[in-house]
């Protein structure tokens, strides 16, 4: 099994609002399908507000690469 290394997004990066929008859906996709979640569940288990908690606190275990 390969070694897997968890990169957590940098809190710095601004991101497009589809940039935003592919990394919310793309972590919310794999909370529904069972991944732990990264915070404290608070009031909703909807897999996007989690997701979007997990952005705001900035450990979404997701990054954008761009070619720049």
């Given at each position: 099994?390969?070694?897997?290394?968890?990169i957590f997004m940098d809190?710095?990066?601004?991101?497009t609002r589809?940039?935003?929008a592919r990394l919310l859906g793309a972590r919310a996709i794999q909370i529904s399908m069972g991944a732990k979640p990264l915070v404290e569940i608070k009031d909703?288990?909807?897999?996007?507000?989690?997701?979007?908690?997990?952005?705001k606190a900035g450990v979404l275990?997701?990054?954008v690469i761009?070619?720049?």
């Open positions: 099994m390969p070694n897997m290394e968890v809190a710095d990066k601004k991101f589809f940039e935003r909703s288990l909807d897999p996007i507000d989690i997701a979007y908690e997990e952005f275990p997701l990054d761009r070619d720049e």
